[in-house]
């Protein structure tokens, strides 16, 4: 089954992952011991972060090591930026709105 990006973000312990694995690359123990689950539900995890590219596997030793693909939240920068350009808009109609209130207009 092919998962979005979106999907993957949706959850909140996928986006701890991420964060985590954004400052360093981590194995699958070493992400478990940061959650209050069970290391196979950080698997589970890791493994829709994986299906999604939003995450990366490196063999090292014997071990796997995930590191964050941040290629891959560009979907999600690009789908923000719609946004971004509204509230850029709304804000500065509020800073003229402010701009031409008069000093009386504060005590009303």
Not at 9 to 26: G, W
Not at 48 to 75: D, P, W
Not at 79 to 85: A, D, G, N, R
Request: aromatic share 8%.
């Amino acid at each position: 089954m092919r998962r979005d990006v979106f999907q993957a973000i949706a959850d909140p312990t996928r986006r701890a992952i991420l964060s985590l694995i954004a400052l360093q690359a981590m194995t699958p123990n070493a992400l478990a011991e940061h959650f209050d689950t069970s290391r196979q539900a950080v698997s589970k995890h890791i493994k829709i972060l994986t299906e999604c590219q939003l995450v990366t596997q490196q063999l090292s030793g014997r071990e796997i090591l995930y590191h964050f693909n941040a290629k891959q939240m560009k979907e999600v920068d690009q789908w923000l930026q719609q946004f971004k350009k509204l509230w850029e808009d709304r804000f500065s109609q509020l800073d003229q709105v402010l701009l031409n209130l008069k000093p009386d207009d504060y005590e009303k």
